[in-house]
């Protein structure tokens, strides 16, 4: 009998990554979030929701100055100015950088310095180097073939803390009950295993939270709300199984959404919101 090897320590999770991102819906280009930032939500929630508990969590401390990696509209980028913090807020998306800047305008809000910039950027050039900003954060926005180089760049550009958030099931699209209910439930992965055992493997200890958060979908028939819940499994799945599969999933789904629907003076939905939980993983950067 030889020698025991552990999966855990031994496998390369970096490298199952990318086979995964391989089989995955390609990242959109910055065009595609350019076209979304004209409807994208501005609202900060920063005293309520996922936004208030990020924040909670990241303890981001008066005066420091922060990276806000895929910053969007500003969820995080704002508040944090608002508290007095100064921040580099980044985005390949030049239509989301345009929306939080006149949001932030239009709020009075200082201190937020916005930058053209994607994950594989060369971040240095962007004059993103080593120990820059004492908080390094990526909320909801690691989108990217190559995880350990994003979470590495993350590290060495913070002094004191980085905190980024990955989805807990299969997809921030859709949930559990809605890929059971299609046969297709072992099909995606869950990003965040991946970052900690990444991290792990480089020698980095990494705390672990939870952020939960609830979505709800109406839909005015319960025609179109089968149409609709299949859609939004076709589109977490799509570039993972061929055309008669996806063909089968909304007839697949049709048994469990008569189950699992109502109707009230608010339209159909499901009887129990989708729940989406995140995780908040946050480390001290290695010492560079």
């Given at each position: 009998m030889g020698e025991y090897e552990s999966l855990l320590t031994t496998t390369d999770w970096n490298e199952e990554w990318k086979r995964l991102q391989v089989a995955r819906k390609h990242a959109d280009d910055p065009a595609v979030w350019?076209?979304?930032?004209?409807?994208?939500?501005?609202?900060?929630?920063?005293?309520?929701?996922?936004?208030?508990?990020?924040?909670?969590?990241?303890?981001?401390?008066?005066?420091?100055?922060v990276?806000?990696?895929?910053?969007?509209?500003?969820?995080?980028?704002?508040?944090?100015?608002?508290?007095?913090?100064?921040?580099?807020?980044?985005?390949?998306?030049?239509?989301?950088?345009?929306?939080?800047?006149?949001?932030?305008?239009?709020?009075g809000v200082s201190g937020v310095?916005?930058?053209?910039?994607?994950?594989?950027?060369?971040?240095?050039?962007?004059?993103?180097?080593?120990?820059?900003?004492?908080?390094?954060?990526?909320?909801?926005?690691?989108?990217?073939?190559?995880?350990r180089a994003a979470l590495m760049k993350l590290d060495r550009v913070a002094r004191r803390r980085v905190c980024i958030t990955l989805p807990c099931g299969p997809s921030p699209r859709t949930?559990?009950?809605?890929?059971?209910?299609?046969?297709?439930?072992?099909?995606?992965?869950?990003?965040?295993?991946?970052?900690?055992?990444?991290l792990a493997a480089a020698g980095i200890n990494p705390e672990v939270a939870y952020i939960p958060s609830v979505r709800m979908e109406l839909y005015e028939s319960f025609e179109d709300?089968?149409?609709g819940f299949a859609k939004i499994v076709t589109d977490a799945v799509r570039e993972l199984v061929d055309e008669d599969e996806l063909a089968a999933i909304p007839g697949r789904m049709r048994g469990w959404l008569t189950d699992n629907?109502?109707?009230?003076?608010?339209?159909?939905?499901?009887?129990?919101?989708?729940?989406?939980t995140w995780a908040f993983i946050a480390w001290e950067p290695r010492i560079s």
């Open positions: 350019d076209e979304k930032a004209k409807t994208f939500p501005v609202k900060h929630g920063s005293q309520e929701g996922y936004v208030r508990m990020f924040l909670d969590l990241a303890g981001v401390m008066p005066g420091e100055t990276l806000d990696m895929g910053c969007g509209t500003g969820a995080l980028a704002t508040p944090l100015a608002q508290a007095g913090n100064r921040v580099i807020a980044c985005d390949f998306s030049r239509g989301m950088l345009d929306v939080m800047r006149a949001d932030q305008q239009s709020l310095e916005a930058r053209l910039m994607g994950w594989a950027d060369d971040w240095d050039a962007c004059g993103i180097g080593p120990d820059s900003v004492d908080v390094a954060l990526a909320s909801r926005s690691i989108a990217t073939d190559d995880l949930d559990e009950r809605l890929l059971q209910a299609a046969g297709l439930d072992r099909r995606l992965g869950r990003d965040f295993l991946y970052a900690f055992n990444i709300a089968c149409t629907l109502i109707q009230d003076e608010r339209g159909f939905h499901l009887s129990e919101d989708r729940k989406v």
